[in-house]
């Protein structure tokens, strides 16, 4: 009852065209959506981590959207992003490949001033229709205050995250297989940086995964 009062004030709408929508995302713009994705993935060897999918390119209505979930308080787009991500056969089967999902964490700072960590709201959501594969928010952890790497060029952006992350219990991810979840990759530096000190803890396989890549 308190569900259904709730959607009379506040109905969902499609986190695309802003229009009511039951489901999160409309029919229209889940089509649109599909025409625009690239699911893509790449296998590196000279990186910390060994396999990298994305779902987007980083330009015109993602990249509005991605901005507008970040910087423009739209939390609520978070449904939107998973039901995409869960909607999508290909993408659910990546994630089967996992244990444990891992959102790249944010400062303390920079979440109280956000009010959310956008990579755990669309992360744990993801979970509750991937069953086998686990949440933890609490295992990688953010230990110093960095620039945005927007802000900086590629020379400085590894610099900047250096030494930025610890993991709080070794046990957790000792011979597990790691799936790093971040919303945006440019030139790798933050997964490649988590994914080392994953590494360095006994992870088994590391893979990322990121809404759009720029």
């Known amino acids: 009852m308190i569900d259904y009062i709730i959607n009379l004030i506040f109905p969902k709408v ?7 929508c039951k489901y999160d995302i409309c029919n229209h ?5 599909n025409n625009i994705k690239r699911n893509k993935k790449h296998i590196y060897l000279a990186k910390n981590f060994d396999t990298h ?25 978070y449904k939107t992003f998973s039901k995409i991500i869960v909607n999508d056969k290909k ?23 956000r009010g959310y960590n956008q990579t755990e709201l669309i992360a744990k959501s993801i ?23 927007s802000k900086l060029d590629s020379k400085k952006r590894k610099q900047n995250i250096l030494d930025a992350y610890k993991i709080k219990d070794i046990t957790k991810v000792k011979n597990k297989k790691i799936l790093l979840f971040d919303d ?14 994953l590494k360095q803890s006994g992870t088994k396989e590391i893979g990322v995964l990121t809404l759009a890549k720029d």
């Open 53 to 77: 999918m994305y779902i987007f390119d980083y330009k015109d209505l993602i990249r509005n959207k991605i901005i507008r979930y970040k910087f423009q308080d739209k939390g609520y787009l």
């Open 29 to 33: 713009c889940n089509k649109k959506i």
């Open 127 to 149: 979970t509750k229709s991937i069953h086998k594969l686990e949440y933890s928010s609490d295992i990688l952890l953010k230990i110093k205050e960095t620039i945005p790497q």
């Open 91 to 113: 993408i659910c089967g990546f994630l089967e490949n996992y244990d444990i999902i891992i959102p790249v964490p944010i400062s303390k700072k920079r979440k109280q001033t």
């Open 14 to 20: 499609c986190g695309i065209c802003d229009k009511i």
């Open 184 to 197: 945006i990759y440019t030139t790798g530096n933050t997964v490649n940086e988590c994914s080392k000190i």
